[in-house]
Every structure is written in structure tokens, then in C-alpha cells.
């Protein structure tokens, strides 16, 4: 790394509501986050729960970066994955992308990501954190009750939308797009089961195909967004999204092979359940560390 992203100085934790004292950012040997950002790429095309989800807590607590840091750079390896999944699957001979859903969602995650933006600079790292813990153990609670079975279900027959449904269609993006630079996530993670339970004619195939086109626009623009706040300036996330883009288009040849998301469904709950209660942790010790300066004075 360079020396203006080998270290955080007191200042900028603060600002970014860390806490003063934290440790330098670990440097990032390219072999090992090429293997994660494949990992993540993979998994997170197949199941259409975002790269994010991983990506965040693997810079915050592997590499030492500041959340705030974390979440703009994630979104690099996001970007990446839906572009080389979005491509791949397009020239795939049983594509599920439908371009009149991909442009609604597109219009409203457009509108919602600038929101989301302007939210995610006014909102503290310590709600932030009790956001990821929640949104965590959600995705992992998901990930064990689903059998799976829903995730080979055929969607790709061109199911007729009505208007309600194109409107529907269209507050979907937004809120994803809300979540998409708050979170570092490309907002699959709100847009394939909302799209799955308001709009169930499209199957899953036809969601996460969707939502992944979707959040290829997202994430750009929400990079975009962070590396003009001067954001983005990490080689760390480069090779993990390089990786990451193997990665996607690997998850797209094995969305169909059952074994494999199956098997791998519980150990990722239960890495999720992980991070989050490492995201609880801290909140914990941070209120002790307050209460006792409070008592100290």
C-alpha cells in the first residue's frame, strides 16, 4: 500500500467515529485478497446476497480499515463482481436478464443511491455497526431456514408485469439503492427477496439476474460518489475486486448445481453470525469505555 493509506491518523478515526489509539491499516499482500475477492465473488453471484456483506467486515476487522473506509471500498469489489456477472450471464444461452425490469430498477436505485449517500455522512459508526450486526444475523437466519430449493426454480419465462407492478418495481430500486453506499452492499441484498415476495411471477432466476444489472449501476455510482469524497484509495480493494470478478463468473456457471450452494449455505450463516456479534462486541466494550470516563469525571 502507499504510504496515504498505510496509516489512520487520530483525526480521521474521530472523524469517522473510530476510536482514538486504533491501529494501523494492515498491509495487503495481493495473493491472499485475490483468493478472498474470488470467494466472495462466487458466492455472493450465486446467491445474489451481495459481496458487501463480506467484503465490509473483512477490510474493518482483517485489514484494520475505518467503517466508513471499509463500506466506500467494498463497493469497488461489488462494482467489479456485477459487471463481470452481469456480462457473463447475458451471453449465457438461458439468460434471466429482463431489460424492462433492469431499466426500472435502474431509475429508482439511481435516485435512491444519492440519498443514501448523503445519509451515510451524517450517520455515526456506531449506528452503523448495530445496522450491520441486524443485517447480518438476517442474512444468516435466511440462509439457514431456506432449504435452498427456491434458488433452482426456473424464472426466466417472460412473465407479463402489469403497471402496479413496474411501480412496485421501481420503489424496490430506490430502497436498495438507499443501502447500496450506506452499507457498501450493490443492494441485491434488499432487491432479490423484495422482487421474489411483491413481484413472484419473475422466480428467482429472473431477481437475482435483475438485481445483480441493477447493482452493476449502484455500485459504480456509489464509487463514483466516495472517490470524489477522496474515498477510495486503497490498492486492497482493487485485488479483491480482480478476484472478485473471477470469482462472479464462476458463481454463474454453478447457479444451477445444487451441491454447491447447499453445502455451502450453513458455514457462511454461521461466518455471518461471526461478524456480527463481532460488531456487537464492540458496541458493548465502546459503552463500557464510555460509562467509565463518564465516572472518571
Not at 432466476?205 to 463514483?224: D, I, K
Amino acid at each position: 500500500m502507499d504510504r496515504a493509506t498505510a496509516f489512520v491518523s487520530a483525526t480521521d478515526r474521530a472523524a469517522a467515529g473510530e476510536p482514538d489509539g486504533g491501529s494501523a491499516i494492515r498491509p495487503a499482500r495481493p495473493f491472499p485478497l485475490v483468493v478472498l475477492g474470488l470467494l466472495i465473488g462466487a458466492y455472493s453471484t450465486l446467491c445474489g446476497i451481495g459481496g458487501g456483506v463480506f467484503a465490509v467486515p473483512l477490510l474493518h476487522y482483517v485489514y484494520g480499515f475505518p467503517l466508513r473506509t471499509a463500506v466506500a471500498n467494498s463497493l469497488v469489489l461489488v462494482a467489479a463482481s456485477t459487471v463481470s456477472a452481469t456480462l457473463i450471464e447475458g451471453v449465457h444461452p438461458d439468460s434471466a436478464l429482463r431489460f424492462d425490469v433492469i431499466a426500472t430498477l435502474v431509475a429508482g436505485s439511481l435516485v435512491g443511491s444519492l440519498l443514501g449517500f448523503a445519509i451515510g455522512k451524517r450517520v455515526s459508526t456506531r449506528v452503523l455497526k448495530m445496522i450491520f450486526a441486524v443485517l447480518l444475523v438476517g442474512v444468516a437466519i435466511q440462509l439457514l431456514v431456506d432449504d435452498g430449493t427456491g434458488v433452482f426454480v426456473a424464472g426466466t419465462a417472460r412473465h407479463e408485469l402489469e403497471r402496479w407492478d413496474f411501480a412496485v418495481v421501481a420503489v424496490i430500486g430506490f430502497c436498495a439503492g438507499i443501502v447500496a453506499p450506506l452499507l457498501g452492499i450493490g443492494g441485491g441484498l434488499v432487491a432479490v427477496p423484495a422482487l421474489l415476495y411483491l413481484v413472484p411471477g419473475l422466480g428467482f432466476l429472473t431477481a437475482r439476474a435483475c438485481s445483480m444489472a441493477m447493482s452493476t449501476v449502484t455500485a459504480w455510482q456509489s464509487v463514483w460518489l466516495y472517490r470524489r469524497d477522496g474515498e477510495i484509495h486503497s490498492r486492497a480493494s482493487l485485488w479483491l475486486a480482480g478476484g472478485a470478478v473471477i470469482g462472479a463468473a464462476i458463481g454463474i456457471q454453478l447457479v444451477h448445481v445444487e451441491i454447491v450452494a447447499r453445502s455451502a449455505r450453513v458455514l457462511v450463516a454461521f461466518a455471518l453470525v461471526f461478524a456480527a456479534a463481532r460488531f456487537a462486541w464492540d458496541l458493548a466494550t465502546a459503552r463500557n469505555r464510555s460509562r467509565k470516563q463518564q465516572s472518571g469525571r
